[in-house]
């Protein structure tokens, strides 16, 4: 797998691994190219992550502000995922903004809205006009769910949320938007429900889904679970995470979108996955050595005979871990394809 630029330099990601910010200046991913043809976009789930900000960590000196972050990631990596979207549905103007301020190549991958996929959001988190138009019956609960609201009420956080990608979306550079459902949703007619309001309400725009509970993926029913993706044309997001537990998917390499395909790597912390930490990043404190990387190779090349794009997302984005192990990974790829 070749982008056509120089090799790899494999002393870069061993530069990384001994001082958090040596090699960062030379550390550059393009978008691969696969043998098949398909596209390759590797990133982090992160670019403001605070344990990933601190100084001499990633960004050079001087680098400080939201938008030379943006930028100075941007020049590194063509692809990031978004996550303070699950939290708070985005403004508008925050869609032009990240357009402005990344190269025309950069895509974002956004991560859904808790309230999109049947997880509670903060009340105090939603925007004035839906905090008053909330019953108030509920209006006083710190912690609402989508039963919780009417009707008309969520039909707007879904209209709003989708409205401020609007412009990412005219640039060209909405990848896709990630449907995380809980591990309390479960295979059964009502989740499938779900899922299928999930695709009315979305339309025509590009989606992917990644399950938390292992039932999904099980040997009697991972083919309705696939099916049901395919038939509402979301993309199966594989995963790389944890196993023995009731939340462990397990790493199943399979394209349910011809266009896309997206895997998304958490680290192995099995100790912290479920349970509560003190911070969220201490979940996903995991730092994949280039062995654990390369037993992905093979499924890698799998999804790529069907898929048009790949995007490898790394969400172990504590301090330099995620940066790291993406710039691994471009350089094992580049080394198949030689």
Not at 157 to 186: C, H, N, S, T
Not at 223 to 243: I, K, M, S, W
Not at 273 to 296: C, I, K, M, N, P
Not at 299 to 304: E, F
Request: charged share 25%.
């Amino acid at each position: 797998m070749s982008d056509g630029s120089a090799a790899h330099d494999p002393g870069v990601a061993e530069a990384l691994r001994r001082s958090p910010a040596a090699g960062t200046e030379a550390l550059e991913v393009p978008v691969l190219r696969t043998e098949s043809g398909a596209r390759l976009r590797i990133g982090t789930a992160s670019w403001t992550d605070p344990t990933m900000v601190a100084p001499g960590v990633f960004y050079p000196d001087g680098v400080a502000t939201p938008e030379a972050r943006l930028r100075y990631y941007a020049s590194r990596f063509p692809l990031v995922e978004v996550d303070s979207t699950y939290y708070a549905i985005p403004a508008r103007r925050m869609g032009v903004i990240w357009a402005e301020r990344t190269p025309e190549h950069f895509v974002f991958d956004i991560k859904a809205h808790a309230l999109m996929t049947g997880q509670p959001t903060e009340t105090s988190r939603l925007p004035k006009a839906m905090r008053e138009a909330l019953p108030a019956a509920v209006r006083h609960k710190s912690r609402l769910y989508a039963k919780d609201l009417p009707p008309a009420v969520l039909d707007e956080a879904w209209a709003m949320f989708l409205d401020a990608l609007e412009p990412l979306r005219a640039a060209g550079k909405l990848g896709a938007i990630l449907l995380q459902y809980p591990r309390w949703v479960r295979p059964s007619r009502a989740s499938a429900a779900l899922v299928e309001d999930a695709r009315r309400r979305l339309g025509d725009r590009t989606a992917a889904v990644e399950f938390r509970h292992r039932d999904w993926l099980a040997a009697d029913t991972r083919a309705r679970t696939l099916a049901l993706l395919e038939h509402n044309g979301f993309a199966y997001v594989c995963v790389d995470e944890p196993q023995g537990l009731d939340s462990s998917v397990p790493p199943v390499a399979a394209v349910t979108n011809r266009a896309l395909s997206i895997v998304r790597f958490h680290g192995w912390r099995v100790e912290f996955w479920e349970g509560s930490v003190a911070a969220v990043s201490e979940r996903f404190r995991y730092l994949y050595d280039t062995g654990q990387l390369a037993e992905w190779m093979p499924r890698i090349t799998a999804l790529a005979e069907r898929a048009e794009e790949i995007h490898l997302v790394f969400n172990n984005c504590y301090a330099n871990y995620g940066t790291t192990n993406a710039a691994e990974m471009a350089g094992l790829l580049r080394t198949v394809g030689r």
